[in-house]
């Protein structure tokens, strides 16, 4: 497993790519970040694409925020009720465990002047795309992922609220494909793509009781309902420089409320606050490719100059392998710990047999 010169990032990531000097694209999108966006031109941009959205009689919303609480979804709703004056309904596919702490941020979030749906799926169906995402593709989070990236552009349809604001750009943050890290817009084509289907298909879940009716909320609009209403996603960090840090202190004077200590398997306590199974997750993540959220927070932090990488591999080599809540997790999906782990470790990726290799050579 090799790490980029500048970042830690592995090359075990999916679709990240390496120059020849070693450095990964997520490190030099965010060089071109600082050397060759206008920042300025790509905010009128965005207020252009807001006035030609905007309702103009009031008899319906702007967009729609797809939103869980967290800080990202909070920094939006704040940017598009407090400094761009539109009147957003906000849409949440709720958690399938929410946190207090999730639930005290979401209600802050509200808090800000806005209507919100909160749609809660059929839990004995979401159980089961929890325990099929963690056996088929290592991804209990798998109905998750979907929905938030699904439910909303219903909502959107149904509503004829054609705008939706998106978060962050992962690919400008964590690097991928050039075609789509300077591509604005959130498409099906992407979330077939990127949007945590890996590879399994709404349809592939059918089976074992589940049948077309419980997947309605997880599944996209036909096309035709998406070109007659005119839905278009936009991501918010492809018009404004993405600083999570930056946007924590924005937000935390406007009621947002971080842990006491840092979140399991991460580096920050401003991150996974809202579903309790979050650490199951980054840590299926890290069997596969041998990095894990902490990796993702420190990565950032180098390139914002906040870390150094010396400290930064310290620090994952502390905390990225954590998780704590297995034992919950397997009483949720019904399985034993050791189904469990059965299970996890069948997804290890190859980066672990090669570190292994490398243990017993250090050894002799």
């Known amino acids: 497993m090799k790490r980029c010169k500048k970042c830690i990032m592995p090359d075990t990531r999916p679709e990240l790519t390496f120059d020849k000097n070693g450095v ?73 465990r929410c946190t207090e702490l999730g639930r005290k941020n979401l209600q802050n979030m509200r808090e800000l002047g806005v209507d919100s749906i909160l749609f809660t799926p059929n839990p004995i169906i979401y159980r089961k795309l929890f325990k099929i995402g963690f056996e088929r593709v290592g991804d209990p989070c798998w109905p998750c992922h979907v929905g938030i990236f699904t439910y909303p552009i219903r909502v959107a349809v149904q509503y004829n609220i054609p705008l939706l604001i998106w978060g962050e750009n992962q690919h400008m943050e964590y690097g991928g494909p050039a075609s789509v890290r300077d591509n604005p817009y959130l498409d099906k084509n992407w979330l077939l793509q990127f949007g945590g289907m890996l590879g399994n298909r709404v349809e592939d879940m059918l089976g074992d009781g589940i049948t077309e009716k419980d997947l309605i909320p997880y599944t996209y609009p036909t096309n035709e309902e998406i070109h007659h209403v005119g839905v278009t996603g936009v991501f918010l960090g492809h018009y404004f420089r993405w600083d999570a840090r930056k946007q924590l202190e924005i937000i935390k004077k406007n009621g947002f409320t971080v842990r006491e200590t840092r979140s399991p398997g991460a580096f920050t306590n401003y991150e996974n606050l809202d579903c309790s199974f979050v650490d199951i997750h980054d840590h299926l993540k890290y069997l596969k490719y041998g990095f894990g959220r902490c990796t993702d927070q420190t990565c950032i932090d180098i390139r914002l100059g906040r870390l150094t990488r010396e400290e930064a591999l310290e620090i994952v080599k502390k905390y990225d392998h954590e998780v704590e809540s297995v034992k919950e997790f397997c009483k949720f999906i019904g399985i034993t710990e050791e189904g469990f782990w059965k299970t996890a470790n069948s997804f290890k990726g190859k980066w672990a047999e090669e570190e292994l290799k490398n243990y017993s050579r250090a050894l002799k």
Request: charged share 35%.
């Open 24 to 96: 990964c694209d997520a490190c030099r999108s965010a060089e071109r970040k600082d050397r060759a966006i206008d920042w300025n031109a790509r905010r009128k941009e965005f207020e252009s694409i807001l006035d030609r959205y905007r309702n103009k009689d009031g008899k319906n919303y702007d967009c729609i925020i797809p939103v869980s609480g967290g800080k990202d979804s909070t920094y939006q709703t704040y940017m598009m009720k407090k400094v761009f004056g539109m009147n957003p309904l906000c849409v949440t596919f709720a958690q399938c």
